[in-house]
Structure formats: structure tokens, C-alpha cells
């Protein structure tokens, strides 16, 4: 169900590349005439596809998708490497990959499938005492990150292209918030000597949202997705009447109502399907953590 955007709600672009996710916000606030927009996960300038923005009171469910899992479509180049680990970057070496086997990409994909303690790419939006790692990098000063715990459920190839000297690998990755698709290419040309890179990156999916659901002309009449059906779809639904919505959103407890939670921290939604706020279990009874503030007629 979409709604109109005087009540906010959730906002899927498909982000063409060389523009920055930031660029996608301000072009929405342009569009929707509010500054009040926010976006769940950064895409490279280089990347395409999905990114979900959260607008007006709707920003506030963005922390519930900002952890979710996502989806990636990539190309990663064998044989050479740049100082981003992406095509955005400066090459720093090259190497004939011609004599890398297929056998040799499916088994070092297979090596970087499931749990794993991955190191982000130095050009990267991590802060180090309080700074930009890409900041300090462009500075010239030496930027070492700490390697962080990622999963990546699937690592598939779709094709392997060979060139001159060098070896295209597109592939579909599924994985946990954090994981760096760079990273990946990186460590992948690593472990077969010959270093690699990435050439194209595209997200097809962030939790139950897909980039085929996503706009691309932001329009003042863009569709938005309805705050409570998402939060619904994210966390369960909490159905409350009239008057527990009006309790829960004057921070009052609903007493001995927790036996009817679903999920840990669901979503309580009204007599009218308008989404009253995210509740959670305190012993028998139920307490907002999280509000939306009531809409005026």
C-alpha cells in the first residue's frame, strides 16, 4: 500500500552511478519540498541501485533497517588492483591472471562464503578517531581498520570473462549489514595472487525490500510505502484499540498485555492501520520504545 507523502512513510530509488547517496537525498528533498529525509545504508558513487530513504516521521524506522541483509550484483576484475579496491580508485599493480583457473575463482569464492572476520577497504565511510578513513587516506596518512565479523550467506559466480591478462568474475552476493563488496573483490584477488578489484557493484535488495519496487525519477507525486505496513513487515504487528494507542503515545504501560506480543519488538498499530510506534515487553506488560507522533486531520 503506498500514501501520500504529508504523513511520510518509506521511499525506495534505484541510484544511478556517479552520484552519491546524498545526492539521491537532496534531489528527494527537492522533490518532496521537506528537509526531513533520511537514508538507511550509503551506496559508493560508483554503485547502482537500491537505497532506501525514510521520510518525515518515518526516519525514525531507518535504525530497523539499517541492519538488515542485503543483496549485490558485482564484477570483480582479476589481475588488478587500486587503492579503493573499486574502479573509483587509483591502479596500483597489475598481474597477468590469464593462468587462474575457473576451478581456482570457484574455490576462492568458496573460501570467503559464511562467518567471517573481514577488513574493510581503507577508502572507506568508517570513522577513525572521528575522521573519515577515505579523509585520511587522501591525506596520505596511514589508515589501518579493524577487521569486523560479516556473513555472507551466498557467494555465487554468473559468468567468468577472460581478457588481456585479466579475468571478469560477476557474481551475486548475499550478506549481513556491514560486509564490504570491495572487501571481498580485495581478498578474493589476494588469495589468488593476482589481486583484483571491483568494477561494478549494483544492490538488488535491502531485508524484504527489492530494487524492482524502487522509482527513479523523484516526482512530487512519487509513491511512498505506508510507515505501518513496513514496519509491520519488519517486526510484526501489534494490533492495540484506540485507547492503548492513545495510552502507548502518552508513555502510559498497557498493564498485563505482553501475553499477546508477537516478535520482541513489533509494531503497534491502530484501529485505522496508522502506525503508533515500536512497543517491547517490560515483565507482564507492554511499553512504547519508540513513538510516531499522532497525525493531525
Same mark, same amino acid.
Given at each position: ?48 541501485? !537500491? !537505497? ?86 587522501? /591525506? ?42 570491495? /572487501? ?33 525519477? !523523484? ?35 498497557? !498493564? ?42
Amino acid at each position: 500500500m503506498h500514501q501520500s507523502q504529508g504523513s511520510g512513510g518509506i521511499l525506495l530509488v534505484d541510484k544511478p552511478g556517479g552520484v552519491t547517496s546524498h545526492d539521491i537525498v537532496a534531489r528527494a528533498r527537492r522533490a518532496l519540498n521537506t528537509r526531513k529525509i533520511g537514508h538507511a545504508g550509503t551506496l559508493d558513487p560508483m554503485a547502482t541501485g !537500491l !537505497l532506501v530513504l525514510g521520510i518525515g516521521h518515518s526516519t525514525r524506522l531507518l535504525t530497523y533497517v539499517v541492519g538488515l541483509d542485503k543483496t549485490y550484483e558485482a564484477t570483480i576484475r582479476l589481475g588488478v588492483t587500486t587503492d579503493s579496491d573499486d574502479a573509483d580508485g587509483v591502479e596500483t599493480s597489475t598481474t597477468d591472471a590469464g593462468g587462474v583457473t575457473d576451478e581456482a575463482i570457484h574455490r576462492g569464492i568458496r573460501s570467503l562464503t559464511g562467518p567471517m572476520a573481514q577488513v574493510p577497504s581503507t577508502v572507506s565511510a568508517i570513522k577513525v578517531g572521528g575522521r573519515r578513513a577515505y579523509d585520511l587516506a587522501r /591525506a596520505g596518512e596511514q589508515v589501518e581498520l579493524k577487521a569486523r565479523d560479516v556473513v555472507v550467506s551466498r557467494f555465487e559466480v554468473r559468468e567468468i570473462r577472460r581478457g588481456d591478462g585479466v579475468i571478469d568474475v560477476d557474481v551475486v552476493v548475499d550478506c549481513s549489514s556491514g560486509t564490504y563488496i570491495r /572487501a571481498l573483490a580485495r581478498d578474493l584477488g589476494a588469495d589468488l595472487g593476482v589481486g583484483g578489484h571491483l568494477t561494478a557493484l549494483r544492490r538488488t535488495r535491502v531485508g524484504p525490500f527489492d530494487v524492482a519496487e524502487a522509482v527513479v525519477e !523523484l516526482t512530487p507525486e512519487v509513491p511512498l510505502e505506508d510507515a505501518a505496513e513496513v514496519a509491520a513487515s519488519l517486526l510484526g504487528a501489534f494490533p492495540v484499540t484506540a485507547d492503548e494507542a492513545r495510552d502507548l503515545r502518552h508513555g502510559k504501560r498497557l !498493564l498485563g498485555a505482553a501475553d499477546r506480543l508477537t516478535g520482541e519488538n513489533p509494531a503497534a498499530i491502530d484501529p485505522d492501520g496508522v502506525l503508533v510506534g515500536i512497543v517491547g515487553r517490560r515483565g507482564v506488560d507492554v511499553k512504547s520504545l519508540m513513538n510516531m507522533p499522532e497525525e493531525q486531520p
